[in-house]
Nanobody, 122 residues
Framework: QVQLVESGGGSVQAGGSLRLSCAAS????????MSWYRQPPGKQRELVGV????????NYADAVKGRFTVSRDNAKNTVYLQMNSLKPEDTAVYYC???????????????WGQGTQVTVSS
């Protein structure tokens, strides 16, 4: 079994910053792409950004380019989302996702965290 646990959400004023973390634990052999998604109130979940196993980032949403940065620490099985210049429209539940190869059984699967709320006030 694999668990993804997010932390770092909260409330912040517009223009502020937050850093989200998502730590994977369990029977992990390796982790491939790790991603952040968000779901604004009343809207569908959307991709924020992706980071590959070797640290290349890709697929940043246009709305966050230049403000958000995805990074990871493979030694800690953790992915981060640094969010700067936050806007009220960034208000959402943020979820991490990871493609994990487990040891027992030897299997590849995508896993989701439980989500963490980010609220940006104007």
């Amino acid at each position: 079994q694999v668990q993804l646990v997010e932390s770092g959400g909260g409330s912040v004023q517009a223009g502020g910053s937050l850093r989200l973390s998502c730590a994977a634990s369990g029977s992990i052999r390796s982790i491939g792409d790790m991603s952040w998604y968000r779901q604004p109130p009343g809207k569908q979940r959307e991709l924020v950004g992706v980071i590959t196993s070797v640290g290349s980032t890709k697929n940043y949403a246009d709305a966050v380019k230049g403000r958000f940065t995805v990074s990871r620490d493979n030694a800690k099985n953790t992915v981060y989302l640094q969010m700067n210049s936050l806007k009220p429209e960034d208000t959402a539940v943020y979820y991490c996702n990871a493609w994990v190869v487990t040891r027992e059984p030897l299997r590849a699967n995508g896993y989701w965290g439980q989500g963490t709320q980010v609220t940006v006030s104007s």
